[in-house]
């Protein structure tokens, strides 16, 4: 990995010195939930209930001075920035304990024919997919993490953030608005302009991403079916944006 990323044009003493931190480590029990992931398991429905719209409206008023002027600012729905924060996050409660380098780097060394093999081993799950399937999936994560890993660097050395210190999901994903870093690199916005984009801030990660929608096409005359494609663009999941403009709707009325 080390040289990997000194090739890919990264300072040979910082990375060396990033993947000699003791908090740094391969973690296959964690990577693993990516071979045995179901998006049919998740309970969008939790995120309907009457508590659960009563906090999104009460997280409204409190963040009302911010999600107006993104509204304003971007033409999103305020009420479209909500859910997502209500369902990526609930409200910014609950964003994920994994540090996100190791996440990564583990992902990113399944390119390695041998680190596959002991991974596969490793992974004892019934609902792990076939050995096919995972070799498969193993060529396409392992290239995507690796951009993605590059993109934490990058992102973490541009806000002068100790990398190591950025915890998320399983997946990698950071933050209030649960980006991905290269999203963070390329899409993550200032809104309470103190010269740092810090997806853990309320308000950067409302102005995120009311920025990432609109980035896909968003704007204040967006039909109901162009929303669905674009909230699509924020998770490749129908039952995703079903329950985001349900949400939506709720907070209207």
């Known amino acids: 990995m080390i040289q ?129 399937k995972f070799e498969n999936k193993a060529d396409v994560k392992s290239k995507w993490a690796y951009s993605e890993l590059k993109a934490l660097l990058k992102y973490s050395a541009r806000e002068n953030i100790d990398p190591v210190s950025i915890t998320g999901s399983y997946a990698g994903a950071m933050g209030i608005a649960q980006f991905m870093p290269s999203k963070a690199l390329l899409l993550g916005k200032d809104g309470n302009q103190d010269g740092h984009i810090d997806l853990f801030n309320h308000t950067d990660a409302i102005y995120s991403i009311a920025n990432y929608l609109k980035h896909f096409g968003w704007k204040p005359s967006t039909t109901r079916q162009a929303a669905h494609k674009i909230l699509y663009k924020y998770n490749h999941s129908n039952y995703y944006v079903d329950t985001l403009l349900k949400i939506s709707d709720r907070l209207k009325g």
């Open 4 to 132: 990997r990323l000194v090739a890919d044009g990264f300072s040979k003493e910082k990375i060396k010195k990033l993947y000699k931190d003791p908090r740094v480590f391969f973690n296959p029990k964690g990577v693993s939930l990516f071979f045995v992931y179901s998006e049919s398991s998740l309970d969008y429905d939790q995120f309907l209930s009457g508590k659960s719209i009563k906090m999104a409206s009460e997280y409204m008023k409190k963040y009302r001075k911010q999600l107006d002027s993104a509204q304003d600012k971007y033409g999103v729905d305020k009420t479209i920035i909500t859910a997502i924060i209500l369902v990526e996050t609930r409200l910014g409660t609950y964003l994920g304990k994994r540090a996100i380098i190791n996440t990564l780097s583990t992902m990113a060394s399944l390119r390695d024919k041998k680190v596959r093999k002991l991974f596969w081993e490793s992974i004892s799950s019934p609902r792990r997919l076939t050995k096919r």
